[in-house]
């Protein structure tokens, strides 16, 4: 299987969400099936229902998490340096509307587009990689194309 690109923060996110599931979540939700078990006729007990329902969403989520982990390739931006690649932040001015964004690559499991975590994997972020300073790009988004001046890179 290939390797999940992941900074050293997206990584510890992760694995902080994973130990809270194992040592918060599953027990929280184990004792809470074992209470509605105790109201009786399990077929209308509709606490026993949802808890066996959230019980199969964090396990899942746990596994996830444990896939995700397993194949985590923690990548420290801070020893990177140069043209636009995983783990730079990116300062941007939209050329039309004279907009500053900044947005940070990372790996799609800790993309988070209000926080400035961009997917690797986005069209923006695919026009990005490779390119220089002063480079100006075209991207083709859902509202049409939007053309973006690179203003500065930096690698945190």
């Given amino acids: 299987m290939d390797k ?11 694995d902080a969400e994973l130990k809270h599931l194992k040592s918060v ?7 809470a099936i074992s209470e509605a078990r105790e109201h009786g006729d399990l077929s209308e007990n509709a606490e026993y229902h949802s808890a066996k329902e959230k019980q199969s969403f964090i396990e899942g989520r746990v596994k996830e998490l444990e896939g995700v982990i ?7 931006p801070a020893k990177l340096s ?7 932040t990116v300062e941007l001015i939209d050329e039309e509307t004279d907009e500053e964004k900044a947005y940070q690559i990372v790996g ?18 695919r026009a990005l990689i490779g390119k220089e300073e002063g480079d100006s790009i075209d991207v083709r988004t859902p509202g049409g194309v939007r053309s973006y001046e690179i203003l500065k890179i930096s690698y945190v």
């Fill in 82 to 88: 140069g043209s636009i690649k995983f783990g730079a």
């Fill in 25 to 31: 979540e599953r027990p929280a939700i184990i004792r």
């Fill in 4 to 14: 999940i690109p992941l900074t050293r923060a997206g990584f510890d996110k992760l």
């Fill in 70 to 76: 397993s194949l985590a390739d923690v990548i420290d």
């Fill in 108 to 125: 799609e499991y800790e993309a988070d587009i209000e926080n400035g975590k961009l997917n690797m994997k986005s069209p923006l972020s």
